[in-house]
């Protein structure tokens, strides 16, 4: 999953990030309401991390505008106040959880995790082609009846194109989706993770099409 984290506390938001990047989660981190609105108009997230108090306003003024906007992307709280009326006009602007600071981080990650279930009873949790499943959530695959063990990064590709099997992507909309922001990598980087997840679903009726100048596909049959 790839989550955006608003945060202006700079140790807190790098304790966040490295605990949730350990369960392979990819986490672009902003200090600013202008920030999270521009990461959200140039990339995809799964969900959002978001305090409320930052230098240039309220959390409140993100949370509003995405609403607005029919974005229906998953987002949790992080907040000193405690108070009850806080945490109902963060639920009613449209926020799915709040968690109030300070927070245990295991307890932070069990309620990212039933967040993203509850979004994902929109769709189904677990896929199947053929003799392939995987369980989004859980983040297990098995081909043939047999556990695949995946590395963090090729699970995460995996997600993205059983999320969207038939739809074409390109190396840098796989390259935003796999790897933060600040991370120096290239669209070769695509390559290798492709190459790896081709070997993991052989033997199987789904495949990854290279469209020559335009990406991936995932095609099953």
């Known amino acids: 999953m790839k989550f955006l984290l608003v945060e202006d506390n700079l140790e807190l938001a790098k304790a966040i990030s490295n605990r949730l990047q350990v369960d392979g989660h990819v986490v672009d981190h902003v200090g600013k309401i202008s920030e999270a609105i521009d990461y959200f108009a140039s990339y ?3 969900l959002v991390l978001l305090d409320v ?13 995405q609403r607005t906007q029919n974005d229906g992307t998953p987002v949790i709280v992080l907040t000193a106040r405690s108070q ?9 602007l449209g926020a799915d959880d709040y968690v109030t600071k ?32 995987f369980n989004s959530i859980e983040g297990r695959l ?16 995996l997600e993205v194109f059983l ?7 390109s190396k840098q909309k796989l390259v935003d989706r796999l790897f933060s922001y600040d991370e120096d990598v290239s669209e070769n980087a695509v390559e290798v993770y492709v190459g790896r997840l081709r070997k993991h679903l052989s033997g199987s009726p789904l495949m990854i099409t290279t469209l020559r100048g335009l990406g991936y596909r995932l095609d099953y049959g």
Request: net charge positive; hydrophobic share 30%.
């Open 163 to 169: 999320n969207a099997p038939g739809q074409i992507f």
């Open 53 to 65: 108090m930052l230098p240039d306003g309220d959390g409140r003024t993100f949370l509003k505008h």
């Open 142 to 157: 098995s081909v043939g009846g047999k556990t695949v063990n995946l590395r963090n990064r090729e699970l995460r590709l």
């Open 102 to 133: 300070p927070f245990d981080h295991a307890e932070l990650e069990a309620r990212c995790r039933a967040v993203l279930r509850r979004k994902s009873n929109d769709r189904q949790t677990t896929k199947q082609f053929g003799n392939v499943e």
């Open 44 to 46: 995809e997230y799964d």
């Open 84 to 92: 009850v009326s806080d945490r109902i006009s963060m639920l009613d």
